[in-house]
């Protein structure tokens, strides 16, 4: 049996990040006025400081913006090597989502690199990785 990573705890301000993977949906925070999108969630706009920010569907495809391979055990619940990245998502230049690399080999990870987001199920939580685009 394969050990629960530790798990963000549910706030008004970010369950919609951690509970949208239910609905197959990757969800990031948006200024109604000025469009910008805003990760992680804040409650102004960086561009405008508008107020008016809602959660919104995007398309789960980015980038390999920059990676780490850890390859010490540091949790029993991720086996070595593993990678953590940050992907740039593609609806915004400067939305990047930290995350974990998985269905690659780590040797395979380039900046740079197609990703789109997979789904870890934790009960209510549903955890945003990123993996390969298929060829």
Known sequence: MTATPPLPRLTPESDFYWTGGAAGELRILRCRDCRHYAHPPTPLCRSCGSDDLAPEAV?????????????????????????????EL???SDLHVTTRLV????????????????????????????APVAQ
Request: charged share 20%; hydrophobic share 40%; no cysteine.
């Open 103 to 130: 269905d690659v080999d780590p040797d395979d990870v380039a900046v740079g690199m197609p990703v789109e987001v997979r789904f870890e199920r934790h009960d209510e939580v549903y955890l945003p990785l990123f």
């Open 59 to 87: 398309s789960g495809r980015g980038t390999v913006w920059t990676f780490t391979i850890s390859y010490q055990q540091l949790l029993p619940s991720l086996a070595t090597p593993y990678v953590v990245g940050i992907v």
């Open 90 to 92: 593609d609806e915004q």
